[in-house]
């Protein structure tokens, strides 16, 4: 993996500023107030926001490993020599976790390149289309990057103007705002979105832009979040309106480089095979190092049995996800389901350039018929919808995983749950999932021995570094 050299935030931006498009330009003379001038610019002023959602600290590596190790889903390796890992493994999660800084300051970054978009984008002399469907991209991105922020940390400084170098001290550094006040500058973020960007693209460059399908999607699931039902379900029926997307017919489809961006992709995360530090490190993260056939599996993290006994008898996604031989080695189960065998051999594993499925339309169904057995109970709705995704899994095989029935309210609420972590095992969800439906302690516990998850354990610290560099923050209860 990739070194991240942690730097306080403000001194990120700062840079930035006076860094933009250096490599255009006469060097050093870089003029922040005059360079987004034509159409060109606003393009790769959006680009540099769409890119960081690749980096290290972001979709390639730290957001997801965060998700799944620190959930009832996987283990570190216990062999492994880092530290930062092992702390959300364990729950004995430090200040100074790099993992943790390096999703704050990734995160900020790109709402800075995000509010630049906003502010100057608007002044350039250009097509008026392009214009609103680029400033409607960089709304969304600014509310992805803010909604994972805030789930992950609590409250947090909500910044949307781009940061000058001119800003005193007392100006420059920004307190923390109420997680309330940063969810409605995210549904605005979205709203805004949905209202501005297309709802396909037809350029196959332009395929894994955001959409308004995407748009509403997010929405429905902030909604989710926030114990706003009525809203969710409603949001994430206007997206199944939409009719441009559905379900492949089998479940390892969505993982296979030849549908990149298909018709259950929501939005992504774009990565290239053969370009330097743009593979998908979460395609070797949970393979087996094996030397002579997977010598690039790094097998960062293992399943825990209580995933692996969660699934039902017959779930076609459980061998789609796991695999516990290859070849002539038998190993104990890892997760294959992201390695596309069609597209790379065993030993190319290290330059896969499938795509990181940031939403699939199966969680759109999912939101919709939680969200609605929430508000209204277990309605034929909320059944037809959990039940598409349960006969997917069932891969043709009419004895398994039969249609869900007659249950009550509570009992439908779990059923989601469930569906939600065997059709999304490794794709940065679950312990999202555990903190907004308060299982994280109980369920932590009873799939981890060595875990110990406190209440304070449903945000992460702030990192001691911006603590340090900016005196207005102040640190989440429980964490010194």
Not at 80 to 97: A, E, G, R, V
Not at 175 to 192: C, G
Not at 234 to 246: D, R, S
Not at 392 to 419: I, Q, W, Y
Request: with cysteine; charged share 20%.
């Amino acid at each position: 993996m990739k070194a991240i050299y942690s730097i306080p935030l403000i001194l990120v931006l700062l840079i930035a500023v006076s860094c933009q498009k250096q490599l255009e330009l006469e060097p050093y003379k870089i003029y922040y107030d005059n360079y987004y001038q034509t159409e060109e610019d606003a393009n790769g002023a959006i680009n540099a926001v769409y890119s960081l959602l690749t980096y290290v600290n972001q979709y390639n590596s730290y957001l997801w490993l965060l998700q799944d190790v620190a959930s009832d889903d996987c283990i570190s390796r216990t062999t492994l020599n880092d530290p930062n890992i092992h702390q959300f493994n364990n729950y004995d999660i430090q200040t100074t976790n790099t993992y943790l800084e390096g999703i704050w300051q990734g995160s900020y970054f790109g709402i800075f390149r995000a509010n630049i978009v906003l502010e100057k984008v608007p002044d350039i002399e250009m097509d008026s289309a392009k214009k609103s469907q680029i400033l409607g991209e960089a709304h969304f991105l600014r509310g992805l990057f803010y909604f994972n922020l805030v789930r992950i940390y609590g409250d947090i400084p909500l910044i949307v103007k781009p940061i000058s170098p001119d800003l005193n001290d007392e100006e420059k550094y920004v307190s923390r705002t109420s997680s309330d006040e940063v969810y409605n500058q995210i549904i605005y973020d979205f709203t805004v979105a949905a209202e501005k960007c297309p709802q396909v693209y037809y350029s196959g460059g332009d395929k894994g832009r955001a959409t308004s399908g995407a748009s509403l999607a997010f929405l429905s699931k902030v909604y989710l979040t926030i114990g706003n039902w009525e809203k969710a379900y409603q949001e994430a029926n206007k997206v199944m309106e939409l009719g441009i997307y559905g379900l492949y017919d089998d479940y390892s489809s969505n993982f296979k480089d030849i549908n990149r961006n298909g018709k259950e992709s929501i939005f992504a995360a774009q990565f290239y095979s053969g370009v330097p530090s743009q593979q998908n490190q979460i395609v070797i993260s949970g393979l087996p190092n094996i030397p002579g056939t997977f010598s690039a599996g790094v097998e960062i993290m293992l399943p825990t049995e209580d995933l692996l006994q969660s699934f039902e008898e017959g779930d076609y996604r459980k061998e789609v996800t796991f695999f516990d031989q290859y070849w002539f080695d038998t190993f104990y189960p890892h997760v294959w389901k992201h390695w596309d065998q069609d597209t790379y051999a065993p030993d190319e594993t290290a330059q896969c350039g499938s795509n990181f499925a940031i939403m699939r339309y199966s969680e759109v169904l999912l939101i919709y018929a939680e969200a609605l057995n929430e508000f209204l109970g277990p309605s034929s709705e909320a059944y037809l919808a959990i039940n598409t995704v349960r006969q997917r899994a069932r891969n043709g095989n009419e004895n398994v995983l039969p249609d869900l029935d007659g249950l009550s309210k509570d009992e439908f609420r779990v059923a989601v749950l469930h569906e939600r972590r065997v059709e999304f095992v490794n794709e940065g969800i679950r312990w999202y999932d555990l903190v907004r439906t308060g299982n994280l302690i109980e369920f932590v516990n009873r799939a981890k021995n060595e875990a110990n998850p406190q209440e304070y354990n449903y945000v992460f610290p702030i990192p001691q570094r911006e603590m340090d560099a900016n005196s207005k923050l102040t640190q989440n209860q429980g964490y010194n």
